[in-house]
């Protein structure tokens, strides 16, 4: 197996979750080692796996990995919207001419792809009313980061059409668990609160967020590598809705903290409402189940992890609040 972008939060995960689960397995992780990226996170399988120090936009390098493999499993991809509003190019270059160059690899030597995309590429749902997103939503990304995985997406769609690619494509709601970026929401807030400083909150806090555990949505891309149907999509969410305000406000609790002990910084433009997946037909077909069903038991296991792992996540903290500070936020 092949794993783009497996030094990353999520790829990360699920290197060590594929491992566990199939003892047999031989793995290959592609990665630019980005800021978003960190051998640290696959400090646990050192031995297990192949590193390779490279960028999926190399057309070489990705040929010869792809043809060395039965599956690609493709999470690289620049994942942050606060930073594809300051600077769009690497996500254009990474998300749509990445996946081109590791489609064009998976169409000569026929292998099997999955690809890993958001449910940020469908847009805003109203706050109210309980709608969520399906496979057949249109898409509607809002941000530049959400229109180059839309973009990833359709390219995928199209070559599975049109050249027979056997590939396979989630779009799963916003994670959260060990190794996440401090740039993140989750792992910002509690990690501002570890070192005495205050949550940041976007606007009035009310946008809403689904929140899967990383595992869950390892378990499920899992699920599908074994038995989804090709050409197939499937939507991943946990059902756990929670507004940023609500999120904050158990952060703080579950640190020992006031509620109300935030700041309100300015809004992130063009700032989606509401994200809400309706993950029944991953349910229905491959059994597939959140374990992590409670957030708050997900989100005091996630702050353990943090509060035990500073030596993982200090050394970005500075300079990821360095850059929020720069844009005010
Ligand atoms: P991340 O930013 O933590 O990790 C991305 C990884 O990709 C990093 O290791 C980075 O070094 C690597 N990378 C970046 N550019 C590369 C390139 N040109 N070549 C090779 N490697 C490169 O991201 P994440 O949160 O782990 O997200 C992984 C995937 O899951 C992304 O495709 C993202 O769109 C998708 N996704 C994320 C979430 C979420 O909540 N984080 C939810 C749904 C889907
Ligand atoms: O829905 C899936 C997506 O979830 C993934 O595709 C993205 O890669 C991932 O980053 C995430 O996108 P969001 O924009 O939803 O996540 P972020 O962590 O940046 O923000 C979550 C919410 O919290 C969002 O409404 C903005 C708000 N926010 C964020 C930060 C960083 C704050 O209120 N304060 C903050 O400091």
């Known amino acids: 197996m092949l794993v783009t972008g497996g030094a990353g939060f999520i790829g990360a ?47 070489d390098l990705v040929d010869g990995l792809v043809r060395d493999c039965d599956t690609v499993v493709h999470f690289a991809a620049e994942s ?41 590429v469908f847009g805003s749902l109203p706050l109210h009313g309980g709608e969520a997103f399906t496979e057949e939503t249109r898409y509607d990304p809002s ?29 799963c709601a916003n994670n959260y668990g060990p190794y996440q970026n401090v740039e993140k929401f989750l792992p910002r807030q509690i990690t501002n609160v570890l070192i005495g400083r205050r949550p940041k909150l976007y606007g009035t806090g009310e946008n809403v967020r689904e929140w899967t555990h990383v595992d869950d949505h390892n378990d499920a891309v899992l699920l599908i590598l074994d038995a989804g149907r090709v050409g197939e999509t499937y939507l991943i969410g946990s059902g756990a809705e929670w507004s ?25 433009p063009a700032h989606d409402l509401r994200y809400a997946c309706d993950s029944g037909k991953i349910r229905r077909e491959l059994g597939w189940r959140p374990r992590w069903a409670e957030l708050p038991d997900g989100l005091a296991a996630t702050i353990d992890w943090y509060r035990g792992n500073e030596w993982w996540w200090g050394p970005q903290k500075a300079e990821t609040e360095a850059r929020y500070a720069a844009i005010g936020r």
Request: glycine share 4%; proline share 4%.
């Open 13 to 59: 995960n699920f290197v060590h979750r594929a491992l566990a689960a199939r003892p047999d397995l031989r793995l290959t992780v592609l990665d630019a080692l980005t800021y978003a990226g960190n051998r640290d996170n696959l400090a646990e399988v050192g031995d297990r796996i192949t590193f390779v120090h490279g960028d999926v936009r190399d057309g």
């Open 80 to 120: 942050h919207v606060d930073n594809s509003l300051q600077d769009p190019i690497p996500f254009l270059r990474t998300n749509i001419e990445g996946t081109f160059v590791l489609l064009e690899a998976v169409r000569r030597h026929d292998r099997r792809l999955h690809h890993v995309s958001t449910d940020e």
């Open 143 to 171: 941000s530049p980061y959400s229109a180059t995985k839309a973009a990833s997406d359709l390219l995928v769609r199209a070559w599975a059409r049109s050249y027979g690619v056997r590939a396979t494509l989630s779009n």
């Open 244 to 268: 940023n305000r609500a999120l904050v406000e158990l952060t703080l609790t579950l640190l020992g903290r006031p509620v109300d002990d935030f700041d309100s910084v300015p809004d992130r």
